[in-house]
Every structure is written in structure tokens, then in C-alpha cells.
């Protein structure tokens, strides 16, 4: 049966492989999205961001892709290391919105050494 | 330093107490936030603050009072607490309205028994 509750999506990998971590969004009129990484104990921290009008954007060893026909994000991490190992979150925020992020479900993302 | 320093770092506490958790930026920045993280990782704004006013109040109970005495600081003062209240409560600040970049404090957990 199923379990009561969610778990956290979970992405393990080996080091040195990328990665990829997904998400679905679901405001269209999001004008930038935004990924964090939370290490364990300590609070999000900033990877990347993407403005609504582009469709790639490239960070240091980080790639975001945004897809807005199918309203989909995603990550890439290029030859992940232990020290990725955290909780990545999406997040999305619109202008006059206070400069709130609304974040999505996180994943997990585990690398084996 | 610490940019956004936030205490207690471990709160736990009766129900129907009060309690307060405090926030301090040595960024110089204008804007700042309160998030509340649940046990299963979902995070979420309760209020967001730029130059001392109140921006955002995300449907928060009225028993959760922030105080920003300047737009360095902002408090975080609960009443009557419930076992609901229990989590994980970040503090974060930005340079301003819009950023996509936020910088969050270490959190803080609190434990309501």
C-alpha cells in the first residue's frame, strides 16, 4: 500500500557522472526561476538563475534549462562531485510579488563516491 | 562574519508559550524574509519586509508578529504555540524587491511538545 505522506524525490549518482534534476512548475507568469541547493543543517544557498524569456543558462559546471511550453526546469550538474550531495529546490518568482520565491518539492540528490 | 545570523538555532518549547527568534543581516541589504520549512522539506514565505514595512504576510496566523526595528534586523515573535508550529524557520535577506538571489540564515528548528 502506499505510504502515508511524501518522500523527497531522490537522485543517486556516481561521482564524476552529471546530473539531472527536474521540475515542474506551474505559473506561467513566473518571470524568473531559480534553483537552491540545502545542505544538511544549514539553509538554502543560490546555484543559478533563469529569466522567463531564455530557454538556457549556463553557470560553473551548472546548466538550467527552462521549457516553457511543457512548463519544466531543469538542473544539470556536470561531473558531480560528494560535495553536491544536498536537497536541490526550484523556485519561481514574479515581479510585485514582494520578492517572494515560491519553491517547489525538493530532490535529493545523493553522490556515491 | 556571518551574513544572515539567526537565534536560537534549536528552540523547544510547551505549547501555549511564547517565544521569539531573532534575525540579523550584515549585508546592507533592503529587503528581508521569514520562511518556514515543514518536515517534509517544503518551504514556504510567511512574510517578507523592505526598509522596515511589511510587504508580504502570507496568511500567517496572527499569533506569529515579525518586528523589524531597522532593515537590519527582523524578529520573529510567536504566541500561544501550537505543535503545527513546529519546524524549521528560516530567516533570509536580499539587496532588494525582485532579486532572485536571497542568502538564508542556518535556520532555526523549533520544537513544540
Known amino acids: 500500500g502506499e505510504s502515508v505522506g511524501l518522500h523527497l524525490p531522490t537522485l543517486s549518482v556516481q561521482e564524476g557522472d552529471n546530473s539531472i534534476i527536474n521540475c515542474a512548475y506551474s505559473?506561467?507568469?513566473?518571470?524568473?526561476f531559480i534553483w537552491y541547493k540545502q545542505e544538511s543543517g544549514k539553509g538554502p544557498q543560490f546555484i543559478i538563475d533563469?529569466?522567463?524569456?531564455?530557454d538556457k543558462r549556463q553557470g560553473q559546471r551548472v546548466t538550467v534549462l527552462l521549457n516553457k511550453t511543457v512548463k519544466h526546469l531543469s538542473l544539470q550538474i556536470a561531473a558531480t562531485q560528494p560535495g553536491d550531495s544536498a536537497v536541490y529546490f526550484c523556485?519561481?518568482?514574479?515581479?510585485?510579488?514582494?520578492?517572494?520565491?515560491?519553491f517547489g518539492q525538493g530532490t535529493e540528490l545523493s553522490v556515491k563516491p | 562574519d556571518t551574513a544572515v545570523s539567526q537565534t536560537p538555532k534549536y528552540l523547544v518549547t510547551q505549547m501555549g508559550n511564547d517565544k521569539s527568534i531573532k534575525c540579523e543581516q550584515n549585508?546592507?541589504?533592503?529587503?528581508m524574509y521569514w520562511y518556514k520549512q515543514d518536515s517534509k522539506k517544503f518551504l514556504k514565505i510567511m512574510f517578507s519586509?523592505?526598509?522596515?514595512?511589511?510587504?508580504i504576510n502570507e496568511t500567517v496566523p496572527n499569533r506569529f508578529s515579525p518586528k523589524s526595528p531597522d532593515k537590519a534586523h527582523l524578529n520573529l515573535h510567536i504566541n500561544s504555540l501550537e505543535l503545527g508550529d513546529s519546524a524549521v524557520y528560516f530567516c533570509?535577506?536580499?539587496?532588494?524587491?525582485?532579486?532572485?538571489?536571497?542568502?538564508f540564515g542556518q535556520g532555526t528548528r523549533l520544537t513544540v511538545v
Open positions: 549585508l546592507g541589504h533592503d529587503t
Open positions: 523556485a519561481e518568482t514574479y515581479y510585485n510579488q514582494g520578492g517572494k520565491l515560491i
Open positions: 505559473n506561467s507568469a513566473s518571470d524568473y
Open positions: 533570509a535577506s536580499s539587496q532588494d524587491i525582485g532579486k532572485t538571489e536571497a542568502f
Open positions: 533563469i529569466r522567463s524569456n531564455m
Open positions: 519586509y523592505n526598509n522596515k514595512e511589511l510587504i
